[in-house]
Protein backbone atom coordinates (compact mmCIF):
# COMPACT_ATOMS: atom_id res chain seq x y z
CA UNK A 1 0.00 0.00 0.00
CA UNK A 2 1.10 3.15 -1.20
CA UNK A 3 -0.21 6.64 0.65
CA UNK A 4 0.68 9.69 -1.55
CA UNK A 5 -1.29 13.13 -2.56
CA UNK A 6 -4.24 12.50 -5.54
CA UNK A 7 -5.60 14.58 -8.23
CA UNK A 8 -9.52 15.82 -7.87
CA UNK A 9 -10.31 14.23 -11.10
CA UNK A 10 -9.16 10.83 -9.15
CA UNK A 11 -10.33 11.63 -6.02
CA UNK A 12 -14.17 12.29 -7.55
CA UNK A 13 -14.21 9.41 -9.52
CA UNK A 14 -13.39 7.56 -6.82
CA UNK A 15 -16.31 9.41 -4.26
CA UNK A 16 -18.81 9.06 -7.23
CA UNK A 17 -18.74 5.15 -7.07
CA UNK A 18 -18.16 4.76 -3.21
CA UNK A 19 -20.89 3.63 -0.91
CA UNK A 20 -19.88 6.49 1.66
CA UNK A 21 -20.78 9.09 -0.65
CA UNK A 22 -22.21 12.26 0.32
CA UNK A 23 -23.05 15.67 -0.48
CA UNK A 24 -20.51 17.14 2.11
CA UNK A 25 -17.60 15.26 0.61
CA UNK A 26 -18.37 16.45 -2.76
CA UNK A 27 -15.56 18.55 -4.29
CA UNK A 28 -18.11 21.33 -4.68
CA UNK A 29 -17.77 21.76 -1.11
CA UNK A 30 -14.40 21.88 -1.19
CA UNK A 31 -14.42 25.17 -3.65
CA UNK A 32 -17.41 26.54 -1.02
CA UNK A 33 -15.01 26.50 1.64
CA UNK A 34 -12.17 28.31 0.03
CA UNK A 35 -14.09 31.27 0.05
CA UNK A 36 -14.25 31.36 3.69
CA UNK A 37 -10.11 30.95 3.97
CA UNK A 38 -9.86 27.04 3.96
CA UNK A 39 -7.61 24.97 1.75
CA UNK A 40 -7.76 21.67 -0.48
CA UNK A 41 -5.67 19.13 -0.27
CA UNK A 42 -6.49 15.27 -1.81
CA UNK A 43 -4.91 12.16 -0.74
CA UNK A 44 -5.62 8.08 -1.12
CA UNK A 45 -4.05 5.05 -0.56
CA UNK A 46 -3.32 3.08 -4.28
CA UNK A 47 -2.59 -0.62 -3.91
CA UNK A 48 -1.25 -2.46 -7.03
CA UNK A 49 -1.42 1.04 -8.85
CA UNK A 50 -5.17 1.11 -8.19
CA UNK A 51 -7.01 3.72 -5.48
CA UNK A 52 -8.71 2.10 -2.76
CA UNK A 53 -8.93 4.98 0.14
CA UNK A 54 -9.40 8.78 -0.47
CA UNK A 55 -9.82 11.63 1.36
CA UNK A 56 -10.36 15.57 0.73
CA UNK A 57 -8.72 17.36 3.39
CA UNK A 58 -9.65 20.70 4.13
CA UNK A 59 -7.16 23.14 6.19
CA UNK A 60 -7.59 26.48 7.99
CA UNK A 61 -4.78 28.23 9.27
CA UNK A 62 -5.26 29.24 13.12
CA UNK A 63 -3.43 29.98 15.95
CA UNK A 64 0.17 30.63 15.64
CA UNK A 65 0.19 29.67 11.70
CA UNK A 66 -0.84 26.29 12.92
CA UNK A 67 -3.69 24.51 10.61
CA UNK A 68 -6.72 22.55 11.62
CA UNK A 69 -7.85 20.16 9.34
CA UNK A 70 -11.18 18.84 8.55
CA UNK A 71 -11.98 15.69 6.37
CA UNK A 72 -15.98 16.18 5.83
CA UNK A 73 -17.87 12.89 7.01
CA UNK A 74 -14.56 11.22 6.99
CA UNK A 75 -12.57 8.79 4.69
CA UNK A 76 -14.00 6.74 1.74
CA UNK A 77 -12.42 3.70 2.77
CA UNK A 78 -13.75 0.64 4.23
CA UNK A 79 -13.42 1.01 7.70
CA UNK A 80 -13.75 -2.20 9.07
CA UNK A 81 -10.39 -3.37 7.55
CA UNK A 82 -8.17 -2.40 10.67
CA UNK A 83 -5.26 -2.77 8.64
CA UNK A 84 -6.38 -0.08 6.16
CA UNK A 85 -7.57 2.22 8.52
CA UNK A 86 -4.95 2.27 11.09
CA UNK A 87 -2.22 2.63 7.76
CA UNK A 88 -4.06 5.54 6.57
CA UNK A 89 -4.56 7.05 9.53
CA UNK A 90 -0.37 7.03 10.66
CA UNK A 91 0.42 7.75 7.05
CA UNK A 92 -1.92 10.96 7.12
CA UNK A 93 -0.68 11.81 10.34
CA UNK A 94 2.58 12.71 9.37
CA UNK A 95 1.81 14.39 6.14
CA UNK A 96 -0.53 16.64 8.01
CA UNK A 97 1.78 17.16 11.01
CA UNK A 98 4.35 18.43 7.71
CA UNK A 99 1.77 20.76 6.99
CA UNK A 100 2.24 22.34 10.17
CA UNK A 101 -1.39 20.80 11.24
CA UNK A 102 -2.43 20.55 15.00
CA UNK A 103 -5.72 18.48 14.79
CA UNK A 104 -7.51 16.22 12.28
CA UNK A 105 -11.86 16.45 12.61
CA UNK A 106 -13.51 13.64 11.32
CA UNK A 107 -17.14 12.89 10.62
CA UNK A 108 -17.63 9.60 9.36
CA UNK A 109 -20.86 8.87 7.19
CA UNK A 110 -21.36 5.53 9.01
CA UNK A 111 -24.01 4.10 11.17
CA UNK A 112 -22.97 3.34 14.94
CA UNK A 113 -25.84 1.27 16.17
CA UNK A 114 -28.94 0.30 13.49
CA UNK A 115 -32.06 1.67 15.08
CA UNK A 116 -36.08 1.34 14.45
CA UNK A 117 -38.64 4.09 13.89
CA UNK A 118 -38.81 4.82 17.45
CA UNK A 119 -35.38 5.21 17.98
CA UNK A 120 -34.76 2.19 20.01
CA UNK A 121 -31.56 -0.33 18.72
CA UNK A 122 -32.92 -3.27 16.65
CA UNK A 123 -31.63 -6.66 18.57
CA UNK A 124 -28.75 -8.08 16.24
CA UNK A 125 -29.22 -5.42 13.48
CA UNK A 126 -25.78 -3.89 12.57
CA UNK A 127 -23.76 -2.67 15.07
CA UNK A 128 -20.30 -0.98 14.04
CA UNK A 129 -18.86 -0.50 17.59
CA UNK A 130 -15.52 -1.82 16.51
CA UNK A 131 -15.05 0.69 14.24
CA UNK A 132 -15.56 3.38 17.10
CA UNK A 133 -13.45 1.01 19.60
CA UNK A 134 -10.64 0.71 16.43
CA UNK A 135 -10.34 4.89 15.94
CA UNK A 136 -10.75 5.08 19.26
CA UNK A 137 -7.21 3.40 19.95
CA UNK A 138 -5.86 4.85 17.32
CA UNK A 139 -5.96 8.20 19.37
CA UNK A 140 -8.77 9.86 17.56
CA UNK A 141 -10.78 11.49 20.40
CA UNK A 142 -15.30 11.59 20.14
CA UNK A 143 -16.04 14.94 20.54
CA UNK A 144 -19.51 16.03 22.84
CA UNK A 145 -22.37 16.45 21.62
CA UNK A 146 -21.66 20.18 22.19
CA UNK A 147 -18.89 20.12 20.34
CA UNK A 148 -20.45 18.68 17.34
CA UNK A 149 -21.07 20.54 13.95
CA UNK A 150 -22.50 18.13 11.02
CA UNK A 151 -26.05 15.93 11.65
CA UNK A 152 -24.95 13.06 14.10
CA UNK A 153 -28.64 11.83 14.07
CA UNK A 154 -31.27 11.60 11.16
CA UNK A 155 -34.62 9.77 10.42
CA UNK A 156 -34.61 8.44 6.75
CA UNK A 157 -37.56 6.44 4.24
CA UNK A 158 -35.83 3.48 1.83
CA UNK A 159 -37.68 4.25 -1.48
CA UNK A 160 -35.47 0.98 -2.78
CA UNK A 161 -38.52 -1.24 -4.83
CA UNK A 162 -41.05 0.79 -3.06
CA UNK A 163 -44.00 2.13 -5.18
CA UNK A 164 -45.58 5.74 -4.44
CA UNK A 165 -49.07 3.33 -3.94
CA UNK A 166 -47.04 1.17 -0.87
CA UNK A 167 -44.82 3.74 0.61
CA UNK A 168 -47.95 6.09 0.72
CA UNK A 169 -50.07 2.97 2.72
CA UNK A 170 -47.37 2.80 4.77
CA UNK A 171 -47.89 6.24 6.09
CA UNK A 172 -48.88 7.23 9.42
CA UNK A 173 -52.64 7.62 9.25
CA UNK A 174 -52.72 11.69 9.55
CA UNK A 175 -49.53 12.37 7.41
CA UNK A 176 -51.67 10.45 4.43
CA UNK A 177 -54.27 12.70 5.63
CA UNK A 178 -52.54 15.54 5.58
CA UNK A 179 -50.96 15.16 2.01
CA UNK A 180 -54.42 14.83 0.57
CA UNK A 181 -55.76 17.99 2.47
CA UNK A 182 -52.71 19.81 0.95
CA UNK A 183 -53.55 18.65 -2.67
CA UNK A 184 -57.17 19.11 -2.46
CA UNK A 185 -56.64 22.86 -1.05
CA UNK A 186 -54.91 23.62 -4.22
CA UNK A 187 -51.26 24.09 -2.95
CA UNK A 188 -47.95 23.88 -5.12
CA UNK A 189 -44.62 22.79 -4.86
CA UNK A 190 -42.60 25.12 -7.44
CA UNK A 191 -39.09 24.69 -8.02
CA UNK A 192 -36.99 28.88 -8.19
CA UNK A 193 -34.42 29.84 -9.92
CA UNK A 194 -31.53 31.43 -8.92
CA UNK A 195 -32.85 34.98 -9.07
CA UNK A 196 -35.41 33.63 -6.37
CA UNK A 197 -33.09 32.42 -4.05
CA UNK A 198 -34.09 35.55 -1.84
CA UNK A 199 -37.60 34.68 -1.15
CA UNK A 200 -36.26 31.47 0.08
CA UNK A 201 -33.77 33.02 2.39
CA UNK A 202 -36.59 35.65 3.30
CA UNK A 203 -38.47 32.47 4.50
CA UNK A 204 -35.47 30.86 6.70
CA UNK A 205 -34.90 34.20 8.56
CA UNK A 206 -38.63 34.77 9.45
CA UNK A 207 -38.50 30.80 10.77
CA UNK A 208 -35.03 31.54 12.15
CA UNK A 209 -36.26 34.48 14.33
CA UNK A 210 -38.76 32.37 15.41
CA UNK A 211 -37.48 28.97 16.58
CA UNK A 212 -33.84 30.51 17.95
CA UNK A 213 -31.58 29.56 15.45
CA UNK A 214 -28.69 31.00 12.87
CA UNK A 215 -29.92 31.10 9.38
CA UNK A 216 -27.14 31.39 6.97
CA UNK A 217 -26.45 34.29 4.62
CA UNK A 218 -27.91 34.17 1.28
CA UNK A 219 -24.64 34.04 -0.13
CA UNK A 220 -24.82 30.58 0.59
CA UNK A 221 -27.65 29.57 -0.86
CA UNK A 222 -26.13 31.02 -4.32
CA UNK A 223 -23.27 29.38 -4.13
CA UNK A 224 -24.35 26.01 -2.88
CA UNK A 225 -26.98 26.40 -6.69
CA UNK A 226 -23.78 27.82 -8.58
CA UNK A 227 -21.95 24.63 -7.26
CA UNK A 228 -24.60 21.83 -7.66
CA UNK A 229 -27.35 23.13 -9.85
CA UNK A 230 -26.32 22.27 -13.10
CA UNK A 231 -25.57 18.46 -12.09
CA UNK A 232 -29.38 18.77 -10.54
CA UNK A 233 -27.98 18.05 -7.50
CA UNK A 234 -29.89 20.64 -5.08
CA UNK A 235 -33.21 21.94 -5.89
CA UNK A 236 -34.68 25.12 -4.42
CA UNK A 237 -39.11 24.62 -3.63
CA UNK A 238 -41.66 27.04 -2.71
CA UNK A 239 -44.79 26.17 -2.03
CA UNK A 240 -48.07 28.84 -2.45
CA UNK A 241 -51.83 28.93 -2.27
CA UNK A 242 -54.21 30.79 -4.62
CA UNK A 243 -56.45 31.89 -1.79
CA UNK A 244 -59.54 32.54 -4.18
CA UNK A 245 -59.14 29.44 -5.50
CA UNK A 246 -58.96 27.55 -2.14
CA UNK A 247 -62.15 29.87 -0.64
CA UNK A 248 -64.01 28.43 -4.18
CA UNK A 249 -63.29 24.89 -2.92
CA UNK A 250 -64.48 25.13 1.00
CA UNK A 251 -67.62 27.22 -1.35
CA UNK A 252 -68.02 23.92 -2.95
CA UNK A 253 -66.92 21.69 0.18
CA UNK A 254 -70.00 23.44 2.38
CA UNK A 255 -72.24 23.03 -0.38
CA UNK A 256 -72.07 19.78 -0.17
CA UNK A 257 -72.10 19.00 3.39
CA UNK A 258 -75.58 21.52 3.60
CA UNK A 259 -77.14 19.28 0.75
CA UNK A 260 -76.28 16.19 2.94
CA UNK A 261 -77.51 17.71 5.83
CA UNK A 262 -81.10 18.44 3.69
CA UNK A 263 -81.48 14.95 2.86
CA UNK A 264 -81.34 13.66 6.27
CA UNK A 265 -84.45 12.51 7.49
CA UNK A 266 -85.84 14.18 10.69
CA UNK A 267 -85.60 10.65 12.70
CA UNK A 268 -83.87 10.65 15.93
CA UNK A 269 -80.79 8.30 14.63
CA UNK A 270 -79.55 11.08 12.17
CA UNK A 271 -79.47 13.81 15.01
CA UNK A 272 -75.50 12.99 15.44
CA UNK A 273 -74.52 13.07 12.16
CA UNK A 274 -76.28 16.10 11.33
CA UNK A 275 -74.12 17.69 14.49
CA UNK A 276 -70.79 16.06 12.87
CA UNK A 277 -71.56 17.79 9.77
CA UNK A 278 -72.61 21.29 11.45
CA UNK A 279 -69.13 21.08 13.35
CA UNK A 280 -67.32 20.54 9.85
CA UNK A 281 -69.20 23.64 8.30
CA UNK A 282 -68.35 25.50 11.04
CA UNK A 283 -64.93 24.97 10.71
CA UNK A 284 -64.87 25.80 6.89
CA UNK A 285 -66.85 28.97 7.69
CA UNK A 286 -63.51 29.83 9.95
CA UNK A 287 -61.05 28.66 7.26
CA UNK A 288 -63.42 31.12 4.62
CA UNK A 289 -63.05 33.85 7.08
CA UNK A 290 -59.61 33.60 8.12
CA UNK A 291 -58.80 33.25 4.24
CA UNK A 292 -60.16 36.24 3.04
CA UNK A 293 -59.07 38.08 5.91
CA UNK A 294 -55.21 37.22 4.88
CA UNK A 295 -56.54 38.91 1.10
CA UNK A 296 -57.29 41.88 2.67
CA UNK A 297 -54.31 41.94 4.85
CA UNK A 298 -51.66 41.09 2.00
CA UNK A 299 -53.11 42.75 -1.22
CA UNK A 300 -53.59 39.49 -2.96
CA UNK A 301 -54.53 36.39 -3.82
CA UNK A 302 -51.36 33.83 -3.82
CA UNK A 303 -49.23 33.62 -0.60
CA UNK A 304 -46.08 31.86 -0.07
CA UNK A 305 -46.23 29.13 2.28
CA UNK A 306 -43.14 27.95 3.03
CA UNK A 307 -39.59 26.96 1.32
CA UNK A 308 -37.35 23.88 1.07
CA UNK A 309 -34.03 23.04 0.08
CA UNK A 310 -32.89 19.58 -1.23
CA UNK A 311 -29.72 17.67 -1.90
CA UNK A 312 -30.20 14.68 -4.47
CA UNK A 313 -27.02 13.29 -4.83
CA UNK A 314 -27.72 9.37 -5.34
CA UNK A 315 -27.97 6.74 -3.90
CA UNK A 316 -30.32 9.45 -1.35
CA UNK A 317 -32.28 13.11 -1.68
CA UNK A 318 -31.47 14.79 1.90
CA UNK A 319 -34.01 17.45 2.99
CA UNK A 320 -31.16 20.10 4.53
CA UNK A 321 -33.28 23.05 5.21
CA UNK A 322 -36.49 24.58 5.52
CA UNK A 323 -39.08 27.02 7.33
CA UNK A 324 -42.44 27.84 7.27
CA UNK A 325 -44.08 31.66 7.44
CA UNK A 326 -45.84 31.03 11.04
CA UNK A 327 -49.15 32.74 10.21
CA UNK A 328 -49.64 29.92 7.19
CA UNK A 329 -48.44 27.03 8.81
CA UNK A 330 -51.86 25.57 9.18
CA UNK A 331 -51.73 24.97 5.68
CA UNK A 332 -49.10 22.21 6.37
CA UNK A 333 -47.55 22.38 2.99
CA UNK A 334 -44.14 20.39 4.11
CA UNK A 335 -46.21 17.54 3.87
CA UNK A 336 -46.59 18.49 0.35
CA UNK A 337 -43.07 19.24 -0.38
CA UNK A 338 -41.60 15.82 1.02
CA UNK A 339 -44.51 13.36 -0.50
CA UNK A 340 -43.31 15.77 -3.98
CA UNK A 341 -39.90 15.05 -3.66
CA UNK A 342 -40.52 11.11 -2.34
CA UNK A 343 -42.32 10.48 -5.73
CA UNK A 344 -39.23 12.14 -7.67
CA UNK A 345 -36.92 10.51 -6.15
CA UNK A 346 -38.78 6.45 -6.82
CA UNK A 347 -39.19 8.05 -10.55
CA UNK A 348 -35.21 9.10 -10.40
CA UNK A 349 -34.20 5.93 -9.00
CA UNK A 350 -33.01 6.97 -5.41
CA UNK A 351 -32.56 4.54 -2.73
CA UNK A 352 -33.68 6.27 0.21
CA UNK A 353 -35.40 10.03 1.22
CA UNK A 354 -33.02 11.37 4.33
CA UNK A 355 -35.24 13.60 6.44
CA UNK A 356 -31.78 14.43 8.13
CA UNK A 357 -31.37 15.79 10.97
CA UNK A 358 -33.31 14.65 14.63
CA UNK A 359 -32.45 15.64 18.00
CA UNK A 360 -29.94 13.12 20.02
CA UNK A 361 -31.19 10.09 21.92
CA UNK A 362 -34.38 10.71 20.11
CA UNK A 363 -36.08 7.22 22.24
CA UNK A 364 -35.49 9.45 25.40
CA UNK A 365 -38.01 12.54 23.92
CA UNK A 366 -35.27 15.42 24.28
CA UNK A 367 -36.27 18.61 23.32
CA UNK A 368 -37.81 19.80 19.74
CA UNK A 369 -39.12 16.08 19.78
CA UNK A 370 -42.16 17.52 17.23
CA UNK A 371 -38.89 17.68 14.63
CA UNK A 372 -38.70 13.97 14.56
CA UNK A 373 -42.82 13.22 15.57
CA UNK A 374 -43.62 15.03 11.83
CA UNK A 375 -40.94 12.84 10.11
CA UNK A 376 -42.05 10.44 11.89
CA UNK A 377 -45.14 10.09 10.14
CA UNK A 378 -43.77 9.13 7.05
CA UNK A 379 -42.68 5.72 8.39
CA UNK A 380 -38.95 5.52 8.15
CA UNK A 381 -36.61 4.41 10.47
CA UNK A 382 -33.66 6.40 12.82
CA UNK A 383 -29.99 6.46 11.89
CA UNK A 384 -27.38 7.02 14.34
CA UNK A 385 -23.82 7.77 12.81
CA UNK A 386 -20.77 6.99 14.74
CA UNK A 387 -19.82 10.40 16.13
CA UNK A 388 -17.11 13.17 15.21
CA UNK A 389 -13.35 12.71 16.38
CA UNK A 390 -10.54 14.96 16.84
CA UNK A 391 -7.18 13.31 15.93
CA UNK A 392 -4.18 15.54 17.81
CA UNK A 393 -1.44 16.39 15.66
CA UNK A 394 0.98 18.26 18.42
CA UNK A 395 1.35 19.43 21.55
CA UNK A 396 -0.25 22.61 20.10
CA UNK A 397 -4.00 20.57 20.07
CA UNK A 398 -4.43 20.85 23.85
CA UNK A 399 -3.00 24.41 23.97
CA UNK A 400 -5.82 25.30 22.07
CA UNK A 401 -8.26 23.42 23.39
CA UNK A 402 -7.65 25.36 26.87
CA UNK A 403 -7.89 28.67 24.84
CA UNK A 404 -10.96 27.76 23.70
CA UNK A 405 -12.29 26.87 27.11
CA UNK A 406 -11.19 29.97 28.35
CA UNK A 407 -12.85 31.93 25.71
CA UNK A 408 -15.91 29.74 26.61
CA UNK A 409 -15.99 27.26 24.19
CA UNK A 410 -15.98 30.23 21.22
Do not use: C
Not at 179 to 194: A, C, P, Q, S
Not at 204 to 225: D, I, N, P, W
Not at 299 to 320: A, C, Q, V, W
Amino acid sequence: MKFQEITEKEYRNFWENHPLKTFLSAPEISKLREKSGWETLYVGIKKDKKLIAASMILGHKRHFNKYEFYSPRGFLMDFKDTELVTFFTNELKNYLKDKKGYVLRIDPYIIFKERDIDGNIVEKGEDNSEIVNNLLKLGYKKLSIEEKEQVGWMFSLNLEGKTEEQILKEMKANTRNQIHKTEKFGIKVNEINYDELERFQNIMEETGARKGFAVRKLSYFQEMYKLFHDKNEVKFFITEINLKKYINGLEKEKKEKEEKIDSLTEAKYNDGQKKGLNLQIEAINKRIKESNEIIEKVGKDTITLSGSMFMLIKPEIIYLSSGNYEEYMKFNSQYLIQWELIKYGIENGFKKHNFYGIPENINEHPKDYGIYEFKRGFNGYVEELIGEYELPLSWHYNLFKLIKKIKGGK
